[in-house]
């Protein structure tokens, strides 16, 4: 069965893009709930806290437990798209960076702490232009809240409102506040680059040293991929909020430091850190079971083309 990996090289970007969208779209269905939680609690006022038990209720009491996926089919789209685009660009920075150590005669072919930096930069910043518009339409969704979704909560038996699609949340933004709207939060996106830098070279960095040792398994991946996800999202977690207050800003206009200032301004350091139970303990599922999924999926795209490759020799 191993003869089919030389046939698709092991740097192969595009099955790694691929296992990598197919990983997001599991982990993040598994978890989706808790992002909803999280990005309500970013974007709503400090009186409008709650406990997270308290704000589950209060969603399904007000939209039903769909109210819990809202905005759930762009957010699966978004994380396919951005999980492609960010695996594709990673590991064509990898095998740049591997080729030119094999060129210098080094010892090792893997990715220095520096070089696994720069591979995060390099496809965290390609992600983030390309998918921006995608993440603010699925924040649109996952916070709107209208005068009769109140009614609708508050009336006992009072029909829900029809939620909007995702096109139809598009066309809305586009109609009342133009293109540019698509790319506002694109700012503390691009700074939040250094989340999934601090991420995968925690993780790469884990993995090498397990390597040493043993076969790095799913279940050591799921665990490594935790690891570097919790430490990431705790370090980069107000720039987070940040990102999703101006994505449902609308007209209102602020830059970056100045939405820090506002929210500091408004309710303290601690408005910064708005849904980080919810937000860190998604985060950290997700990653770990993306981790875990993606190893498993590289390896049956690499067996499934190198399947293919054989058959079309042997016509």
């Known amino acids: 069965m191993s003869q089919s990996k030389p046939v698709i090289p092991q740097n192969d970007n595009v099955a790694h ?14 978890t989706y709930p808790l992002i909803t939680l999280s990005t309500r609690a970013q974007v709503e006022s400090k009186r409008a806290e709650s406990a997270f038990l308290a704000a589950v209720q209060k969603i399904v009491a007000r939209e039903g ?83 009769s979704d109140e009614k609708a909560g508050t009336l006992p038996g009072a029909p829900r409102p029809k939620q909007p699609t995702t096109l139809g949340t598009l066309l809305n933004l586009l109609r009342k506040e133009g293109p540019q709207a698509l790319f506002s939060g694109v700012v503390p996106a691009l700074v939040l680059v250094i989340n999934p830098i601090l991420q995968y070279t925690l993780f790469e960095q884990m993995k090498n040293t397990v390597e040493k040792k043993r076969r790095v398994t799913p279940g050591i991946a799921f665990v490594l991929g935790a690891l570097g996800k919790l430490f990431a999202t705790s370090v980069t977690y107000p720039y987070i909020t940040v990102k999703s207050q101006m994505h449902v800003a609308g007209d209102k206009k602020e830059g970056m430091s100045e939405a820090i200032s506002r929210v500091v301004k408004e309710e303290g350091y601690a408005g910064l850190y708005k849904g980080i139970g919810p937000k860190v303990t998604q985060s950290v599922i997700t990653a770990a079971f993306l981790f875990a999924f993606k190893d498993v999926l590289y390896e049956q795209t690499v067996r499934l083309r190198g399947s293919v490759a054989k058959k079309a020799l042997a016509a």
């Open 17 to 30: 893009a691929l296992a990598g969208a197919g990983g997001g779209i599991l982990s993040m269905a598994l």
């Open 65 to 147: 437990v769909s109210g819990l996926y809202s905005g759930l089919s762009s957010a699966l789209f978004g994380i396919s798209v951005t999980n492609f685009v960010y695996y594709y660009w990673y590991e064509w920075t990898r095998a740049f960076f591997e080729k030119a150590a094999e060129k210098a005669g080094r010892a090792s072919k893997k990715l220095t702490t520096v070089e696994s930096m720069i591979a995060g930069a390099i496809a965290g910043s390609a992600t983030v232009i390309l998918t921006n518009p995608i993440w603010v339409v699925n924040t649109r969704m996952t916070t709107r809240k209208t005068e």
